[in-house]
């Protein structure tokens, strides 16, 4: 049973503007998120994580925010770029699983000039 | 940085063969993972272990073992590789409740 959602399998965003991925879970024992970057034939690169304690966490271009009581997440690039263009994760964890992440199906975010 | 490194980046192997993926990691991390990604199903987790000699199942461990002898050193066995395990196969290492680090790869072909 999928506990992390990603909704939509592709978005596409012009050099510049804002894109938005959305994340979706249901297992509320979550303590940690963390959102991956993965390129093709690459292994997933961290990206950015937020603690449950919070609703906002910010590195540079790279924003997640996090609405526990509507189990959401979402990532905001700003402004974006075509090196942005990548299939992202959405990942979970909680302490009383062993810190494995469950893991979205990834988004596919093709960023054009 | 951390470096987490796999034995091979491409393998193609026989049904039936027995297949050994190595992952080697250097941050000391006590945490391990092996996970799979196919397409449209993202990253699933096969097993983990926590400490040396410890593992755990994780969502899809059926036809898979592991062995972690030493802390740095995690290894994903396919008993008899069937054509549903063609999938790329990815390690990680991590410590606690933070970010996993992954290795580069396997992408297992198996025919």
């Known amino acids: 049973d999928q506990q992390v959602k990603q909704n939509s399998p592709s978005l596409s965003v012009q050099e510049g503007r804002i894109s938005i991925l959305n994340c979706d879970y249901t297992n509320s024992m979550f303590d940690y998120f963390l959102w991956y970057k993965k390129y093709p034939a690459e292994g997933p690169t961290f990206l950015i994580s937020?603690?449950?304690?919070?609703d906002k966490n910010e590195d540079g271009r790279f924003t997640v925010f996090l609405n526990k009581s509507a189990k959401h997440l979402s990532l905001h690039i700003v402004p974006s770029q075509p090196g942005d263009s990548a299939v992202y994760f959405c990942a979970a964890s909680a302490r009383n699983s062993g810190y494995a992440l469950n893991f979205g199906k990834g988004t596919s975010l093709l960023v054009t000039p | 940085d951390v470096k987490v490194t796999q034995s091979s980046r491409y393998l193609v192997k026989r049904t039936g063969e027995k297949v050994f993926l190595e992952c080697v990691q250097d941050m000391d991390h006590e945490n391990m993972f092996w996970y799979r990604q196919d397409p449209g199903l993202g990253l699933r987790l096969i097993y983990f272990s926590y400490d040396v000699k410890m593992k755990e199942k994780g969502d899809i461990p059926e036809g898979y073992s592991v062995s972690r002898e030493k802390k740095e050193r995690f290894s994903l066995i396919l008993e008899s590789a069937s054509t549903n395990q063609t999938s790329m196969y990815l390690c990680?290492?991590?410590?606690?409740?933070?970010?996993?680090?992954f290795g580069p790869g396997t992408r297992l072909t198996v025919t």
């Open positions: 937020i603690s449950s304690i919070k």
């Open positions: 990680a290492s991590g410590e606690g409740l933070y970010e996993q680090y």
